[in-house]
């Protein structure tokens, strides 16, 4: 029985992709989300040592202390954490789909994370579409959960999730002709209440994106999106993305712009974007390409901190670069655990990881583990 392998993409280690097993094999192999993030290619190959990568260092250094949290309540690689201050003036995180196995089967589930008291509250919406390898962004109190697919290879579009009612609206503009197909492992940030959406790859046509576009959900129907001329400097995605709203800036790091033999082609790119300005690739780029990774501005935006990813061998270091000019990258304290593809946000001073993939020996791992960096 022959098993198509749909979508290929990445947070976590990909794009692209997309193959059968042969006919007479008997063999299951990943399908759908699971390509997408590199599982086939980590499935393929368990037990094998990838070579860690050389990480350089000045003899500075950026201090980061990671500590556990409470766990999440499921495991899941590909979702997406958002920060929303309530009306009560708590601090919640919200935990928003994602992929839970090696089949790329989706769970649209979401749950709940008080960042004081450090404690989850389970199931407490369901997306309308559930999907993985989204963006999520929050305008207000309310998230807006951009693209990814599930396992049927489904174009996800725009989802809102208003976290103080629990419910959801998904009467927006249908994605730009250029992107009709649908978009995954991308990126999306927030400046002076307009959602940017950049980069990620086509679940169809197998293809990577440098495009840049605006999406403004205030605006009348019909021109609520709007294709930017400022592309990226290298079209890929999977890759790491934080903003700088004071600055102004967007940052992108590492990702992969092709599948070839399986496995991802892992990027070392570092890339700015200035609504005025376009894409930059100036800022130095990583020492070891990797991709799947988690990125974050820190201390009051003056520091670029990476964490986690990789494909074969996920990656537990976290590097440092100072601001604005991001000319090279020094070592940073290690997350506690090894993860690739993991949601993550800024809370305030603290960084937070969670989720991801992880392989022990010969087991490829979803992960539960939470863990916060100041």
Known sequence: MKFRIVLVLTILVVLFGMGSAPADSG???????????????????????????AVTDDGGGVLVTWQNMAQAPEARAGGTLTYVRDAAGQHNVWYIGGIVDLDGNVDGSVHKYAAQSNTWTADVATMPT??????????????????????????????????DTLTWNTTFDGFPSAIATGLATHGCSVLNNLIYVYGGGDPVNLLPYPYTFTFNPAAPAGSQWTQLSFNMVHGRAGFGYATDTVNRKIYTAGGTDAYPGGIPNQLPYVEVFDPLTGWDDTPADL??????????????????????GGVLTPLKTSLGCALPACSSWVSSQSMIGERTTPAYATVGPFMFVAGGIDIDLIFINFLRTVERGR
């Open 27 to 53: 063999a299951k192999q990943p399908g759908g989300l699971a390509v997408m993030y590199g599982l086939r290619a980590m499935a393929e190959n368990r037990g094998v040592a990838a070579p860690a990568p």
């Open 130 to 163: 559930p999907a993985g390898g989204h963006c999520a962004v929050a305008i207000g109190r309310t998230i807006y959960v951009i693209g990814g697919t599930d396992v049927l290879q489904s174009a996800v579009g725009v989802q809102a999730l208003n976290t």
């Open 287 to 308: 020492p070891a390409a990797r991709t799947g990774s988690a990125l974050f501005t820190y201390r009051n935006n003056t520091q670029l901190i990476i964490a986690g």
